[in-house]
């Protein structure tokens, strides 16, 4: 039984000892440190495991989350990529948002049907992102969108956070639209 302590404790004591090596530098910091530092045996343990606990927790807590920017912008290429496939399940199931799809059907038609009849002469779509602006769980992306034979357009796509996913809500905000002459593909 005792081998089974000597191995449950060892990470412990390597982190009690590291502590107490910082500690013994901050002695700066007043008489707390220097407190746990006096402490021996199993009450200097139980401290400085309660100290690495709160290390652990601060570190987890302040790492920073994932760049929603940037899962933005994932959506954003995996628009581009299945309106340039003609992935139209896709485009409805995963990556529009629940609210425009469900306008959609309001106007008579299955998404998939729609998005078909709407885009099916569209040749080789592409969509650049030139920014993204995240606001809780909304986000605007200022995209250039071109395609053959058709001129180049300055677009703002609004996004919304559902289903732990950004979802595109609209494909162009009221006014934002704007042809850039001579801008070919």
Request: aromatic share 2%; charged share 25%; hydrophobic share 45%.
């Amino acid at each position: 039984m005792k081998k089974v302590v000597s191995v449950v404790t060892a990470p412990f004591r390597a982190i009690g000892r590291l502590l107490l090596k910082l500690l013994r530098s901050l002695r700066v910091l007043g008489k707390p440190f220097a407190k746990v530092a006096g402490l021996r045996g199993r009450a200097r343990v139980v401290v400085l495991a309660v100290l690495a606990v709160i290390v652990v927790v601060a570190v987890i807590t302040l790492k920073p989350g994932p760049d929603e920017g940037k899962q933005v912008r994932a959506t954003l290429d995996r628009y581009a990529v299945a309106s340039r496939d003609k992935d139209y399940q896709t485009l409805c199931d995963n990556l529009l948002a629940t609210e425009l799809v469900e306008q959609v059907r309001r106007g008579g038609l299955p998404c998939e049907v729609a998005l078909r009849i709407g885009l099916n002469d569209r040749r080789n779509p592409q969509l650049t992102v030139l920014a993204v602006e995240v606001n809780g769980d909304q986000a605007l992306a200022r995209v250039r969108t071109s395609a053959v034979e058709e001129p180049t357009s300055l677009d703002t796509i609004r996004l919304v956070h559902q289903d732990s996913h950004w979802r595109i809500a609209s494909l162009q905000q009221p006014g934002s639209g704007s042809t850039l002459p001579g801008a070919g593909p």
